[in-house]
């Protein structure tokens, strides 16, 4: 079985640039999360969905930072304009929404922005 | 308020030797969950174990050991006779209502050959 597939790997952009970070959750986890890290705040969750709504936001930063997740297999993370301060790794996690089901996390996408 | 809080922030040991990683937490639900996840350098975050609030039994799973205490709010993570591939970032995290997680900041743990 595949786990939760992110891309791209790296990513680096300079400030201003739109950034799209992509997950594909694994077949059959109903929940899905964005999480980012950085050595300052750790491990933050940004937002996460059950059955492709999104129940809680209240971690995404500001405005310039925005989720979708169009079907059960598809999710994304957009930031636009980025800025250095959005620079970290974000990772994306999926479970079944039962509250004793693991997050599955993905790789990681590394953001450097410049 | 839902807390999670491992107050080790980094742990130096020599390989071979035993040692145990805290975790406290807090929640005001009486149903609840905790998990372990390891971060090797590599970056990715694994996932070790899962406890429910109503099963405090012990586990055992080869060279690791997992200590849950309600009385204390603790459930510690010991690592008998380290390796040098133990070195990682350790996490301890609280799930309940609404699946939601809270990851304590990590301990970083260091095994020197």
């Known amino acids: 079985d595949a786990g939760v597939i992110q891309s791209p790997r790296h990513e680096v952009t300079e400030m201003g640039q739109e950034v799209t970070l992509r997950c594909k959750p694994i077949?059959?986890?109903?929940?899905l999360f964005w999480y980012r890290q950085t050595m300052m705040r750790g491990l933050e969750l940004l937002i996460y969905?059950?059955?492709?709504?999104?129940?809680?936001d209240s971690g995404m930063p500001e405005d310039r930072f925005s989720a979708k997740m169009p079907n059960a297999s598809f999710s994304t993370l957009k930031i636009q304009p980025s800025e250095p301060r959005d620079s970290a790794v974000y990772f994306c996690?999926?479970?079944?929404?039962?509250?004793?089901?693991?997050?599955?996390f993905g790789n990681g996408t590394r953001l450097t922005v410049t | 308020a839902q807390k999670v809080t491992q107050a080790q922030t980094e742990i130096s040991v020599v390989e071979k030797e035993d040692v145990t990683l805290d975790c406290v937490y807090e929640?005001?639900?009486?149903?609840?969950?905790l998990f372990w996840y390891k971060q090797p350098p590599s970056g990715e975050l694994v996932f070790l174990i899962r406890?429910?609030?109503?099963?405090?039994q012990n586990e055992i799973s080869g060279r690791y050991s997992w200590n849950f205490q309600k009385s204390t709010s603790s459930f510690n993570f010991t690592i008998t006779a380290s390796q040098v591939v133990d070195s990682a970032v350790y996490f301890c995290?609280?799930?309940?209502?609404?699946?939601?997680?809270?990851f304590g900041s990590g301990t970083k743990l260091n095994v020197k050959p």
């Open positions: 996690a999926s479970s079944l929404a039962l509250g004793n089901s693991p997050l599955h």
């Open positions: 077949s059959g986890h109903n929940s």
């Open positions: 969905f059950n059955n492709n709504v999104p129940i809680d």
């Open positions: 929640t005001r639900d009486t149903t609840y969950y």
């Open positions: 406890r429910n609030s109503f099963d405090e």
């Open positions: 995290a609280l799930g309940g209502n609404f699946n939601k997680f809270y």
